[in-house]
């Protein structure tokens, strides 16, 4: 059985009221950081559990803390990214419904540690109602003293609230959410410079994901270097996953890091297996934007060894045979799954949310999703393969922010690794206008097979 | 809401205030951090974000019509012409695809005899396909103002239809 770390209690009854949370151990690492330690001792602590940034990039989040610029007189603000929009990720949504207190406590502890006296929660639009549990569970740490004026009779003052989005991917982006917050449209900005010397009102401001600010509690609980016992090397503690797709138990888990991928994908306190007793073919491990990893890739590395849930071994092999943990938005394809149909989807995605700043993502990403629906529904070219790998290659690396690549990376990848299932939609053109699953995917399964 | 002109948008008393509190929560000077949430509380009380609409918004935070204009076009929540009194928005991203909802969204249009953007005619339902909503693993799914309906099934889809018809409130947003 994986340790947890987090979800510990979140089965236990009444856990999103503060009596509860308060009685099975919370806020116990506020007592502590504020009774017993500096704030630098925290950001310390950070830094030993060599904790990383859970939203996708996987920045060590200690290191992005000492970036905070602090200038004499200049107020300093700490963010809470709860945009969760990206496709197949649904844990920090879970995390603030069963435990919003947790993140709270996070919130404060952080907000300590880089000396903020005003945060902020931004959560996407479409979770309004996430957004009054946590406006309730905010009430009641105000009521109970853990915000406000002088905490604990400490001398931390912290005011937090909560401002929703509205629909815009986009706003995941920290300079894009910063953008949002400020009341304008989620355009993200050049870096340089960067949020921890101009962030929100061009003052020092850090942004870190929903799951990675509540794994500040049980480093301060535990020590940094408890925490960093937990996985496997730099891959230290635990991640929530959120699985999805074909596979028997959908749902959020927390994994120690470094338990195998088939453990997590046949397991039985895991995803269970594949849904009606279908094969694997194929599994985007971290979201929508991370590489698709072909069935032969998934449990195992190109090397032959086993494929691990960590970041290091989800990418072993780049992109050229790796993907990425990304934000742990792990997507399973059955046999029956049309790889065309799902990198066009994900395209049309892309496209609808491109903020359309950067010509290479706002005109790219419309004419990859032309080229793949004209290849889905029968009407595509051979040389459209090429031009979609070629579109991709324009515009990744040549966008402001990472939205480009994210777009790039699942159509390069789809492509590498089921080019005959893109041909095959070429040659076969009636047949992939019934949308037949089955068949298209039947004749490419086999050739992987053999 | 029909013939909006600017003199008769106002919000009432508990919103005024709401629009207080919500402002009181950045520092003095940056009210327009509130926005975005006072634009959905005026989508949910004025049924959509007219031009008046958008500019009551811009005097009640005293910013330019300009800077109301330009969010209320951004963002995918906002509607900036009439829509029904429900809004059920289907997610059709990955996850959700591959789970069926290209068959719940031709369920519901069929059901209401509309497709995909457009509103029925007694102005109750507007079927709209979105982009993910965060509930991949609660596939396919659909949102009603802010509530999730999740496993969505035919029998589910009558249901919810034969309960939002009778009691048609699903589309307040930002309000209690």
């Known amino acids: ?450 | 809401m029909e013939n909006q002109n600017i003199e008769n948008i106002q919000f009432p008393k508990e919103l005024l205030d709401e629009v207080q509190r919500i402002t009181s929560l950045f520092p003095e000077g940056k009210q327009k951090s509130a926005l975005i949430r006072v634009l959905h509380i005026a989508q949910a009380h004025f049924g959509y974000l007219s031009a008046p609409v958008m500019d009551y918004v811009a005097r009640l935070l005293l910013i330019q019509p300009i800077e109301v204009y330009e969010v209320a076009t951004f963002y995918s929540m906002y509607d900036t012409q009439p829509v029904g009194k429900v809004k059920l928005e289907v997610c059709r991203t990955g996850p959700c695809m591959i789970e069926g909802a290209e068959k719940i969204v031709s369920y519901i249009e069929k059901k209401l005899g509309i497709k995909d953007g457009e509103t029925t005619e007694d102005g109750i339902f507007t079927l709209k396909t979105v982009e993910c909503l965060g509930a991949c693993g609660y596939a396919p799914m659909l949102q009603a103002g802010e509530k999730f309906h999740e496993h969505l099934t035919e029998e589910k889809v009558d249901v919810l239809i034969e309960q939002y018809r009778l009691n048609p409130v699903a589309n307040y947003m930002g309000q209690e």
């Open chain 1, 1 to 450: 059985m994986s340790r947890k770390l987090l979800l510990n209690n979140v089965h236990v009854e009444g856990i999103h009221t503060y009596d509860v949370y308060r009685k099975t151990g919370g806020y116990a690492a506020v007592e502590k950081a504020l009774k017993s330690m500096t704030p630098e001792e925290v950001v310390e602590e950070v830094k030993k559990s060599g904790l990383r940034g859970r939203g996708g990039a996987g920045f060590p989040t200690g290191m992005k803390w000492s970036f905070i610029a602090k200038p004499e007189g200049v107020p300093r603000h700490f963010l809470c990214n709860a945009d969760e929009s990206e496709p197949g990720t649904f844990k920090d949504r879970y995390l603030m419904e069963k435990i919003p207190h947790l993140l709270i406590e996070g919130m404060i502890l952080s907000s300590f540690a880089l000396g903020c006296e005003q945060s902020y929660i931004y959560i996407r639009g479409e979770y309004m109602y996430v957004l009054r549990i946590l406006e309730k569970a905010i009430a009641e740490a105000y009521q109970n003293g853990w915000l406000g004026k002088n905490i604990k009779g400490s001398g931390f003052n912290l005011d937090l609230s909560v401002s929703p989005g509205a629909g815009a991917y986009i706003c995941g982006e920290e300079t894009a959410l910063i953008e949002s917050l400020e009341g304008k449209r989620g355009n993200p900005r050049m870096k340089p410079p960067f949020p921890a010397i101009q962030g929100l009102w061009q003052r020092p401001t850090v942004v870190n994901n929903v799951e990675t600010i509540c794994a500040v509690v049980p480093i301060v609980n535990e020590g940094g270097e408890a925490y960093a016992g937990v996985g496997i090397g730099r891959s230290t503690g635990t991640k929530l996953i959120s699985a999805g797709g074909n596979i028997n138990k959908p749902g959020v888990y927390e994994i120690e890091m470094g338990i195998s991928v088939e453990e997590f994908i046949y397991g039985d306190q895991y995803c269970g297996g594949i849904k009606n007793g279908k094969k694997l073919k194929a599994c985007v491990p971290g979201g929508s934007s991370v590489p698709i990893l072909p069935h032969y890739l998934v449990c195992k590395t190109a090397e032959g060894t086993d494929r691990l849930m960590s970041y290091e071994s989800l990418a072993e092999g780049g992109f050229a045979t790796g993907s990425m943990l990304g934000s742990g938005g792990f997507i399973v394809y059955d046999e029956d799954q049309c790889i065309v149909r799902n990198t066009w989807n994900f395209s049309r995605f892309y496209h609808h949310e491109s903020c359309g700043q950067c010509s290479p993502c706002r005109e790219g990403t419309g004419w990859m999703e032309k080229v793949l629906h004209r290849l889905e529904y029968g009407h595509g070219k051979i040389e459209d393969i090429d031009l979609l790998w070629d579109i991709q290659r324009k515009i990744e690396g040549n966008t402001i922010c990472p939205l480009g690549d994210a777009a790039a990376w699942p159509v390069a990848a789809a492509i590498r690794h089921f080019r005959e299932e893109f041909e095959w939609h070429v040659k076969e053109p009636n047949a992939c206008t019934t949308r037949n699953y089955g068949l298209v995917t039947e004749k490419v399964f086999e050739k992987v097979n053999a």
